[in-house]
Protein backbone atom coordinates (compact mmCIF):
# COMPACT_ATOMS: atom_id res chain seq x y z
CA UNK A 1 0.00 0.00 0.00
CA UNK A 2 1.48 3.40 -0.89
CA UNK A 3 2.43 6.05 1.77
CA UNK A 4 1.62 9.88 1.57
CA UNK A 5 2.69 12.75 2.43
CA UNK A 6 1.41 16.59 2.13
CA UNK A 7 3.48 19.89 1.51
CA UNK A 8 2.37 22.82 2.29
CA UNK A 9 3.98 26.09 2.45
CA UNK A 10 3.63 29.08 4.95
CA UNK A 11 3.10 31.33 1.61
CA UNK A 12 3.20 31.14 -2.40
CA UNK A 13 6.06 30.82 -4.24
CA UNK A 14 8.02 29.37 -0.63
CA UNK A 15 9.60 26.35 -2.88
CA UNK A 16 6.79 23.70 -2.91
CA UNK A 17 6.99 22.58 -6.36
CA UNK A 18 10.88 22.25 -5.90
CA UNK A 19 10.79 20.02 -2.69
CA UNK A 20 8.23 18.18 -4.04
CA UNK A 21 9.86 17.69 -7.30
CA UNK A 22 13.33 17.03 -5.17
CA UNK A 23 11.65 13.76 -2.77
CA UNK A 24 10.08 12.75 -6.23
CA UNK A 25 13.68 12.04 -7.62
CA UNK A 26 14.94 11.17 -4.64
CA UNK A 27 13.22 8.28 -3.86
CA UNK A 28 12.66 7.14 -7.46
CA UNK A 29 16.37 7.23 -7.44
CA UNK A 30 16.17 4.89 -4.37
CA UNK A 31 14.48 2.16 -6.69
CA UNK A 32 10.88 3.55 -5.34
CA UNK A 33 7.70 4.25 -7.59
CA UNK A 34 7.22 7.38 -6.65
CA UNK A 35 4.26 9.64 -8.29
CA UNK A 36 3.69 13.12 -7.55
CA UNK A 37 -0.16 14.91 -7.30
CA UNK A 38 -1.63 18.43 -6.60
CA UNK A 39 -5.58 18.42 -6.10
CA UNK A 40 -5.75 21.62 -6.99
CA UNK A 41 -3.48 24.11 -9.28
CA UNK A 42 -3.87 27.99 -10.12
CA UNK A 43 -2.01 28.04 -13.50
CA UNK A 44 -1.60 29.46 -17.14
CA UNK A 45 1.74 27.22 -17.47
CA UNK A 46 0.27 23.87 -18.09
CA UNK A 47 1.54 20.55 -20.20
CA UNK A 48 0.00 17.94 -22.07
CA UNK A 49 -0.02 14.74 -20.64
CA UNK A 50 0.57 11.23 -22.29
CA UNK A 51 -3.46 10.93 -21.91
CA UNK A 52 -4.89 13.93 -24.05
CA UNK A 53 -5.33 16.08 -21.25
CA UNK A 54 -3.67 19.14 -19.48
CA UNK A 55 -2.28 19.64 -15.93
CA UNK A 56 -0.10 22.09 -13.98
CA UNK A 57 3.20 22.20 -15.45
CA UNK A 58 5.21 21.87 -11.97
CA UNK A 59 3.23 18.35 -11.92
CA UNK A 60 4.53 17.21 -15.36
CA UNK A 61 8.13 18.00 -14.26
CA UNK A 62 7.48 16.06 -10.62
CA UNK A 63 6.20 12.95 -13.30
CA UNK A 64 9.75 13.51 -14.69
CA UNK A 65 11.66 13.15 -11.47
CA UNK A 66 9.88 9.95 -10.93
CA UNK A 67 10.84 8.79 -14.70
CA UNK A 68 7.05 8.67 -15.53
CA UNK A 69 5.05 10.26 -17.75
CA UNK A 70 2.41 12.82 -16.58
CA UNK A 71 -1.46 11.87 -16.46
CA UNK A 72 -4.45 13.69 -15.63
CA UNK A 73 -4.86 11.72 -12.45
CA UNK A 74 -1.65 13.82 -10.85
CA UNK A 75 -3.30 17.34 -11.18
CA UNK A 76 -7.54 16.87 -11.48
CA UNK A 77 -8.38 20.45 -10.82
CA UNK A 78 -6.60 23.24 -12.86
CA UNK A 79 -7.64 26.81 -13.02
CA UNK A 80 -6.52 29.01 -15.51
CA UNK A 81 -7.02 32.41 -15.17
CA UNK A 82 -9.10 34.08 -18.08
CA UNK A 83 -9.83 37.19 -16.24
CA UNK A 84 -9.23 39.42 -12.91
CA UNK A 85 -11.78 37.17 -11.59
CA UNK A 86 -12.31 34.15 -13.18
CA UNK A 87 -10.87 31.29 -14.81
CA UNK A 88 -11.04 28.31 -16.62
CA UNK A 89 -11.68 25.33 -14.45
CA UNK A 90 -9.86 22.40 -16.09
CA UNK A 91 -10.84 18.34 -14.80
CA UNK A 92 -9.08 15.95 -15.23
CA UNK A 93 -7.03 17.45 -17.89
CA UNK A 94 -10.59 18.92 -19.76
CA UNK A 95 -11.72 22.35 -19.49
CA UNK A 96 -15.34 21.95 -17.95
CA UNK A 97 -16.25 25.29 -17.40
CA UNK A 98 -14.88 29.42 -16.83
CA UNK A 99 -16.22 30.54 -13.62
CA UNK A 100 -15.63 33.76 -11.56
CA UNK A 101 -13.83 33.21 -8.36
CA UNK A 102 -16.70 33.56 -6.13
CA UNK A 103 -18.63 31.08 -8.56
CA UNK A 104 -15.67 28.88 -8.06
CA UNK A 105 -15.72 29.13 -4.47
CA UNK A 106 -19.07 28.41 -3.63
CA UNK A 107 -18.93 24.98 -6.50
CA UNK A 108 -15.81 23.87 -5.06
CA UNK A 109 -16.38 21.24 -2.73
CA UNK A 110 -18.01 19.49 -5.59
CA UNK A 111 -14.66 18.40 -6.80
CA UNK A 112 -12.80 16.79 -3.78
CA UNK A 113 -14.70 13.84 -4.70
CA UNK A 114 -13.24 13.96 -7.76
CA UNK A 115 -9.59 15.19 -6.37
CA UNK A 116 -9.54 11.69 -3.93
CA UNK A 117 -10.77 8.86 -6.32
CA UNK A 118 -7.37 10.24 -8.59
CA UNK A 119 -5.22 10.47 -5.58
CA UNK A 120 -6.41 6.60 -5.09
CA UNK A 121 -5.82 5.82 -8.74
CA UNK A 122 -1.87 6.98 -8.58
CA UNK A 123 -1.81 5.21 -5.02
CA UNK A 124 -3.13 1.66 -6.30
CA UNK A 125 -0.03 1.78 -7.85
CA UNK A 126 2.71 3.56 -6.48
CA UNK A 127 4.94 2.78 -3.28
CA UNK A 128 5.06 6.90 -2.48
CA UNK A 129 2.77 9.59 -3.39
CA UNK A 130 3.66 13.06 -2.59
CA UNK A 131 1.55 15.68 -2.60
CA UNK A 132 1.63 19.29 -3.18
CA UNK A 133 -0.80 21.88 -1.48
CA UNK A 134 -1.05 25.47 -2.55
CA UNK A 135 -0.37 28.83 -2.17
CA UNK A 136 -0.28 29.93 1.58
CA UNK A 137 -1.60 27.03 3.79
CA UNK A 138 -2.67 29.51 6.75
CA UNK A 139 -5.49 31.31 4.58
CA UNK A 140 -8.53 30.98 6.89
CA UNK A 141 -10.57 32.79 4.37
CA UNK A 142 -10.40 30.32 2.13
CA UNK A 143 -10.90 27.50 4.90
CA UNK A 144 -14.62 26.76 4.17
CA UNK A 145 -14.40 23.83 1.51
CA UNK A 146 -10.72 24.02 0.67
CA UNK A 147 -9.32 21.30 -1.82
CA UNK A 148 -5.99 22.19 -2.19
CA UNK A 149 -4.84 22.44 1.49
CA UNK A 150 -5.60 20.96 4.89
CA UNK A 151 -9.09 20.41 3.06
CA UNK A 152 -7.96 17.39 1.04
CA UNK A 153 -5.26 16.57 3.99
CA UNK A 154 -8.13 15.64 6.73
CA UNK A 155 -10.32 14.14 3.82
CA UNK A 156 -7.33 11.68 3.71
CA UNK A 157 -5.92 11.94 7.18
CA UNK A 158 -2.35 12.79 5.69
CA UNK A 159 0.55 14.12 7.28
CA UNK A 160 1.72 17.59 6.53
CA UNK A 161 5.21 19.01 5.67
CA UNK A 162 4.93 22.81 6.76
CA UNK A 163 7.86 24.75 4.15
CA UNK A 164 8.86 27.82 4.78
CA UNK A 165 11.45 30.04 2.90
CA UNK A 166 14.47 31.71 4.76
CA UNK A 167 14.99 34.10 1.81
CA UNK A 168 11.99 36.12 2.88
CA UNK A 169 12.90 36.05 5.88
CA UNK A 170 10.43 35.88 9.32
CA UNK A 171 10.69 31.97 8.77
CA UNK A 172 10.46 30.95 12.33
CA UNK A 173 7.53 33.45 12.45
CA UNK A 174 6.03 31.99 9.41
CA UNK A 175 5.68 28.24 10.42
CA UNK A 176 4.97 29.16 13.99
CA UNK A 177 2.19 31.46 13.21
CA UNK A 178 1.09 29.22 10.59
CA UNK A 179 -0.05 26.82 13.43
CA UNK A 180 -0.71 29.23 15.58
CA UNK A 181 -3.99 30.51 12.69
CA UNK A 182 -5.00 27.26 11.78
CA UNK A 183 -7.59 24.89 13.38
CA UNK A 184 -6.41 22.64 16.04
CA UNK A 185 -7.81 19.84 13.97
CA UNK A 186 -5.71 20.83 10.74
CA UNK A 187 -2.08 21.84 12.97
CA UNK A 188 -2.45 17.65 14.63
CA UNK A 189 -1.76 16.94 10.57
CA UNK A 190 1.59 18.50 10.45
CA UNK A 191 4.31 16.48 11.07
CA UNK A 192 7.20 18.29 10.64
CA UNK A 193 8.60 21.58 8.73
CA UNK A 194 11.23 22.13 6.40
CA UNK A 195 13.13 25.22 6.09
CA UNK A 196 14.36 26.36 2.21
CA UNK A 197 16.92 28.16 0.63
CA UNK A 198 19.19 28.73 3.41
CA UNK A 199 22.09 30.84 2.81
CA UNK A 200 25.62 30.01 4.89
CA UNK A 201 26.63 27.91 7.06
CA UNK A 202 23.64 25.96 8.26
CA UNK A 203 24.96 25.49 12.07
CA UNK A 204 24.14 29.19 12.73
CA UNK A 205 20.06 27.84 12.47
CA UNK A 206 20.43 25.30 14.96
CA UNK A 207 19.40 27.74 17.73
CA UNK A 208 16.19 28.52 15.46
CA UNK A 209 15.57 24.62 14.37
CA UNK A 210 15.43 23.94 17.87
CA UNK A 211 13.09 26.91 19.09
CA UNK A 212 10.59 25.37 15.69
CA UNK A 213 11.11 21.85 17.47
CA UNK A 214 10.18 22.94 20.69
CA UNK A 215 7.31 25.29 19.83
CA UNK A 216 5.70 23.13 17.39
CA UNK A 217 6.62 19.68 18.83
CA UNK A 218 7.21 18.24 15.67
CA UNK A 219 10.88 18.07 13.94
CA UNK A 220 12.49 20.32 11.80
CA UNK A 221 13.70 18.91 8.64
CA UNK A 222 16.82 21.24 7.73
CA UNK A 223 17.25 24.06 6.66
CA UNK A 224 17.93 23.28 3.28
CA UNK A 225 20.91 25.36 1.70
CA UNK A 226 19.73 27.30 -1.64
CA UNK A 227 20.24 25.23 -4.81
CA UNK A 228 21.05 28.01 -7.54
CA UNK A 229 20.89 25.18 -10.32
CA UNK A 230 16.45 25.60 -9.78
CA UNK A 231 16.17 28.23 -11.23
CA UNK A 232 17.05 26.35 -14.37
CA UNK A 233 14.33 24.03 -13.59
CA UNK A 234 11.01 24.86 -16.00
CA UNK A 235 8.96 27.81 -13.62
CA UNK A 236 5.43 26.93 -13.12
CA UNK A 237 4.31 30.32 -11.30
CA UNK A 238 4.37 33.61 -13.28
CA UNK A 239 5.99 35.10 -10.31
CA UNK A 240 9.02 33.59 -11.67
CA UNK A 241 9.04 36.68 -14.60
CA UNK A 242 9.20 39.14 -11.32
CA UNK A 243 12.72 37.97 -10.32
CA UNK A 244 15.29 39.84 -11.34
CA UNK A 245 16.92 37.41 -14.86
CA UNK A 246 20.58 37.78 -15.60
CA UNK A 247 20.75 39.32 -19.20
CA UNK A 248 23.58 39.09 -21.09
CA UNK A 249 25.05 42.06 -22.78
CA UNK A 250 26.11 40.60 -26.05
CA UNK A 251 24.64 37.89 -28.34
CA UNK A 252 21.35 37.73 -30.42
CA UNK A 253 19.30 40.14 -28.96
CA UNK A 254 15.38 38.20 -28.51
CA UNK A 255 12.89 40.80 -26.81
CA UNK A 256 9.46 39.57 -25.28
CA UNK A 257 6.78 41.47 -24.31
CA UNK A 258 5.57 40.20 -20.89
CA UNK A 259 1.61 39.73 -21.50
CA UNK A 260 -1.07 40.00 -18.59
CA UNK A 261 -2.26 36.43 -19.13
CA UNK A 262 1.15 34.84 -20.37
CA UNK A 263 1.03 31.76 -20.83
CA UNK A 264 3.41 28.37 -20.99
CA UNK A 265 6.52 31.00 -20.90
CA UNK A 266 8.71 28.21 -20.23
CA UNK A 267 8.76 28.26 -24.02
CA UNK A 268 11.76 30.45 -23.23
CA UNK A 269 13.71 28.90 -21.09
CA UNK A 270 15.82 26.90 -23.80
CA UNK A 271 16.74 30.33 -25.10
CA UNK A 272 17.78 31.88 -21.93
CA UNK A 273 19.87 29.26 -21.19
CA UNK A 274 21.88 29.31 -24.69
CA UNK A 275 25.09 31.32 -24.80
CA UNK A 276 25.02 33.03 -27.84
CA UNK A 277 21.21 34.91 -26.61
CA UNK A 278 20.57 37.66 -24.61
CA UNK A 279 16.88 37.84 -23.47
CA UNK A 280 14.95 40.63 -22.38
CA UNK A 281 11.56 40.31 -20.72
CA UNK A 282 10.19 43.55 -21.52
CA UNK A 283 7.82 45.30 -18.58
CA UNK A 284 4.75 46.81 -19.01
CA UNK A 285 5.60 50.77 -19.56
CA UNK A 286 8.89 50.28 -21.38
CA UNK A 287 9.17 50.36 -25.15
CA UNK A 288 10.47 47.18 -26.88
CA UNK A 289 14.24 47.72 -28.06
CA UNK A 290 15.13 48.80 -31.20
CA UNK A 291 18.17 46.78 -31.54
CA UNK A 292 16.14 43.34 -31.29
CA UNK A 293 17.18 40.93 -33.59
CA UNK A 294 13.94 38.68 -32.95
CA UNK A 295 10.82 39.44 -31.04
CA UNK A 296 8.56 36.55 -29.86
CA UNK A 297 5.04 37.12 -28.82
CA UNK A 298 4.19 34.47 -26.40
CA UNK A 299 1.07 32.28 -25.68
CA UNK A 300 -1.49 33.85 -23.87
CA UNK A 301 -4.37 32.64 -22.19
CA UNK A 302 -6.70 35.27 -22.90
CA UNK A 303 -5.55 36.46 -26.97
CA UNK A 304 -7.97 39.33 -27.43
CA UNK A 305 -7.31 41.06 -23.89
CA UNK A 306 -3.69 40.58 -23.88
CA UNK A 307 -3.31 41.75 -27.89
CA UNK A 308 -5.73 44.98 -26.63
CA UNK A 309 -3.35 45.27 -23.84
CA UNK A 310 -0.11 44.90 -26.16
CA UNK A 311 -1.72 48.04 -28.28
CA UNK A 312 -2.30 50.17 -25.36
CA UNK A 313 1.68 49.98 -24.81
CA UNK A 314 2.72 50.72 -27.88
CA UNK A 315 4.55 47.31 -28.14
CA UNK A 316 2.23 47.01 -31.99
CA UNK A 317 4.04 50.19 -32.99
CA UNK A 318 7.18 48.78 -31.73
CA UNK A 319 6.96 45.03 -33.08
CA UNK A 320 6.16 46.62 -36.57
CA UNK A 321 9.08 49.15 -36.49
CA UNK A 322 11.30 46.47 -35.47
CA UNK A 323 9.85 44.48 -38.84
CA UNK A 324 10.58 47.29 -41.24
CA UNK A 325 14.03 47.41 -40.02
CA UNK A 326 14.78 43.49 -40.34
CA UNK A 327 13.77 41.90 -36.73
CA UNK A 328 12.32 38.29 -37.48
CA UNK A 329 9.37 38.20 -35.12
CA UNK A 330 7.57 34.80 -33.81
CA UNK A 331 4.41 34.10 -32.48
CA UNK A 332 3.93 31.49 -30.23
CA UNK A 333 -0.02 29.66 -29.90
CA UNK A 334 -1.94 32.94 -28.69
CA UNK A 335 1.10 35.51 -30.02
CA UNK A 336 0.92 33.65 -33.42
CA UNK A 337 -3.19 34.50 -33.54
CA UNK A 338 -2.16 38.37 -32.80
CA UNK A 339 0.24 38.03 -35.84
CA UNK A 340 -2.59 37.68 -38.33
CA UNK A 341 -4.85 39.99 -40.07
CA UNK A 342 -7.94 39.27 -37.39
CA UNK A 343 -9.43 37.52 -34.36
CA UNK A 344 -12.34 36.49 -33.95
CA UNK A 345 -14.80 34.98 -30.79
CA UNK A 346 -18.16 35.11 -32.18
CA UNK A 347 -19.23 33.18 -29.20
CA UNK A 348 -17.56 34.77 -26.52
CA UNK A 349 -15.48 32.18 -25.13
CA UNK A 350 -13.03 35.02 -23.58
CA UNK A 351 -15.68 37.59 -22.71
CA UNK A 352 -17.92 39.45 -24.97
CA UNK A 353 -18.12 38.48 -28.56
CA UNK A 354 -16.20 40.58 -30.79
CA UNK A 355 -13.90 40.32 -33.62
CA UNK A 356 -10.51 43.03 -33.13
CA UNK A 357 -7.46 43.35 -36.16
CA UNK A 358 -4.77 41.82 -35.04
CA UNK A 359 -0.98 42.85 -36.30
CA UNK A 360 -1.51 42.02 -39.79
CA UNK A 361 2.31 41.07 -40.17
CA UNK A 362 0.83 37.31 -41.31
CA UNK A 363 -1.89 37.25 -43.96
CA UNK A 364 -3.89 34.60 -41.66
CA UNK A 365 -7.09 35.02 -39.56
CA UNK A 366 -8.56 33.08 -36.50
CA UNK A 367 -11.69 32.22 -35.17
CA UNK A 368 -11.63 31.16 -31.77
CA UNK A 369 -13.82 27.92 -30.43
CA UNK A 370 -14.71 26.29 -27.76
CA UNK A 371 -13.00 22.85 -27.78
CA UNK A 372 -9.58 23.09 -27.07
CA UNK A 373 -7.18 21.18 -28.74
CA UNK A 374 -4.43 19.14 -27.07
CA UNK A 375 -1.86 16.44 -28.15
CA UNK A 376 1.86 16.02 -28.05
CA UNK A 377 3.55 16.45 -31.53
CA UNK A 378 6.41 14.98 -33.10
CA UNK A 379 7.61 17.51 -36.22
CA UNK A 380 9.84 18.96 -38.76
CA UNK A 381 11.31 22.35 -39.40
CA UNK A 382 10.55 22.91 -43.44
CA UNK A 383 12.92 25.30 -43.13
CA UNK A 384 16.17 23.41 -42.62
CA UNK A 385 14.71 19.60 -41.78
CA UNK A 386 15.21 19.75 -38.16
CA UNK A 387 13.18 17.91 -36.01
CA UNK A 388 11.36 19.21 -32.91
CA UNK A 389 9.32 18.19 -30.27
CA UNK A 390 5.91 19.90 -28.88
CA UNK A 391 2.67 20.21 -27.85
CA UNK A 392 -0.39 22.22 -28.85
CA UNK A 393 -2.90 23.56 -26.47
CA UNK A 394 -5.16 26.35 -27.98
CA UNK A 395 -8.99 27.04 -28.73
CA UNK A 396 -8.84 28.39 -32.24
CA UNK A 397 -8.45 27.39 -36.11
CA UNK A 398 -6.58 29.81 -38.28
CA UNK A 399 -6.49 29.83 -41.75
CA UNK A 400 -5.34 32.12 -44.50
CA UNK A 401 -2.68 32.67 -47.46
CA UNK A 402 0.38 32.17 -45.69
CA UNK A 403 -0.62 29.13 -44.45
CA UNK A 404 0.41 27.70 -47.52
CA UNK A 405 3.94 28.40 -46.05
CA UNK A 406 4.03 26.27 -43.07
CA UNK A 407 6.02 26.64 -40.30
CA UNK A 408 6.29 23.26 -39.97
CA UNK A 409 5.32 19.15 -40.73
CA UNK A 410 3.75 17.47 -38.42
CA UNK A 411 3.12 13.74 -39.88
CA UNK A 412 2.84 15.51 -42.94
CA UNK A 413 0.27 18.18 -42.33
CA UNK A 414 1.13 21.48 -42.31
CA UNK A 415 1.42 23.38 -39.33
CA UNK A 416 1.65 27.24 -38.49
CA UNK A 417 2.67 29.97 -41.41
CA UNK A 418 5.75 31.99 -42.98
CA UNK A 419 5.62 35.29 -44.64
CA UNK A 420 6.61 35.97 -47.90
CA UNK A 421 9.56 37.79 -46.80
CA UNK A 422 10.28 34.68 -43.83
CA UNK A 423 10.95 36.51 -41.10
CA UNK A 424 7.27 36.73 -39.44
CA UNK A 425 6.53 32.92 -38.32
CA UNK A 426 3.46 31.72 -36.51
CA UNK A 427 3.21 28.45 -34.63
CA UNK A 428 0.84 26.72 -32.43
CA UNK A 429 3.69 24.30 -31.19
CA UNK A 430 4.89 24.98 -27.67
CA UNK A 431 7.59 23.54 -26.40
CA UNK A 432 9.53 23.59 -30.12
CA UNK A 433 13.19 25.68 -28.53
CA UNK A 434 13.53 22.42 -25.87
CA UNK A 435 14.54 20.94 -29.41
CA UNK A 436 18.40 20.87 -29.49
CA UNK A 437 18.95 20.56 -33.09
CA UNK A 438 16.18 22.50 -34.21
CA UNK A 439 16.63 25.78 -31.48
CA UNK A 440 20.78 25.66 -32.71
CA UNK A 441 19.69 25.77 -36.55
CA UNK A 442 16.98 28.45 -35.92
CA UNK A 443 19.21 30.48 -33.73
CA UNK A 444 22.33 30.58 -36.12
CA UNK A 445 19.60 31.84 -39.01
CA UNK A 446 19.16 34.71 -37.03
CA UNK A 447 22.56 35.10 -36.42
CA UNK A 448 23.64 34.11 -33.12
CA UNK A 449 26.93 32.18 -32.26
CA UNK A 450 25.11 29.05 -30.18
CA UNK A 451 27.35 26.46 -28.02
CA UNK A 452 27.06 23.29 -28.76
CA UNK A 453 26.97 22.01 -25.30
CA UNK A 454 23.56 23.10 -24.47
CA UNK A 455 21.86 19.60 -24.40
CA UNK A 456 18.54 21.31 -22.74
CA UNK A 457 16.57 18.15 -21.81
CA UNK A 458 19.58 16.09 -20.13
CA UNK A 459 20.64 19.15 -18.08
CA UNK A 460 16.86 19.48 -16.70
CA UNK A 461 17.62 15.63 -15.85
CA UNK A 462 20.72 16.22 -14.01
CA UNK A 463 19.90 19.03 -12.03
CA UNK A 464 16.92 17.04 -10.85
CA UNK A 465 19.83 14.34 -9.49
CA UNK A 466 21.62 16.89 -8.29
CA UNK A 467 18.68 18.43 -6.36
CA UNK A 468 17.70 14.81 -5.01
CA UNK A 469 21.04 14.39 -4.06
CA UNK A 470 21.33 17.85 -2.30
CA UNK A 471 18.07 16.86 -0.66
CA UNK A 472 19.94 13.72 0.47
CA UNK A 473 22.42 15.72 2.02
CA UNK A 474 21.00 17.99 3.90
CA UNK A 475 17.47 16.43 5.36
CA UNK A 476 16.50 13.40 7.02
CA UNK A 477 14.91 11.64 4.27
CA UNK A 478 14.69 8.48 6.14
CA UNK A 479 12.72 10.76 8.95
CA UNK A 480 10.92 11.85 6.53
CA UNK A 481 9.63 8.53 5.10
CA UNK A 482 8.76 7.13 8.41
CA UNK A 483 6.17 10.13 8.93
CA UNK A 484 4.46 9.09 5.77
CA UNK A 485 1.26 7.47 6.06
CA UNK A 486 -0.47 4.73 3.96
CA UNK A 487 -3.34 6.29 1.49
CA UNK A 488 -6.44 5.95 3.27
CA UNK A 489 -9.12 3.76 1.67
CA UNK A 490 -12.75 4.34 0.88
Given at each position: ?????????????????????????????????????????????????????????????????????????????????????????????????????????????????QAVA?????????????????????????????????????????????????????????????????????????????????????SLFS??????ETKT??????????????????????????????????????????????????????????????????????????????????????????????????????????????????????????????????????????????????????????????????????????????????????????????????????????????????????????????????????????????????????????????????????????????????
Amino acid sequence: MAKSIMIMGTGSDVGKSLVTAGLCRAFTNRGLKVRPFKPQNMSNNAAVTADGGEIGRAQALQARACNTAPTTAMNPVLLKPEQETGAQVVVRGKRVASMTAREYFKRRSEYLPQAVAAFRELGADADMVFVEGAGSASEINLRTADIANFGFARALNLPVMLVGDIHRGGVIASIIGTLEVIQPEDRALVAGSLINRFHGDPSLFSEGKSFIETKTGQPCWGPLPEFPEAKLLPPEDVLALDQKQEVRAQGLKIVVPRLPRIANFDDLDPLRQEEGVSLHIVEAGEPLPMDADLVILPGSKSTISDYQFLVEQGWDIDIKALHRQGATVLGICGGYQMLGREIADPKGIEGAAQTVQGLGLLNVQTVLSEQKQLRLEKATDVAKGAPLSGYHMHMGETAGEDRAQPFANVEGDPEGAVSSNGRVIGTYLHGLFASDEFRRQFLKNLGAKTAQNLEYERRIDQILDDFAAHMENHCDLDAIAARMKPIKGE
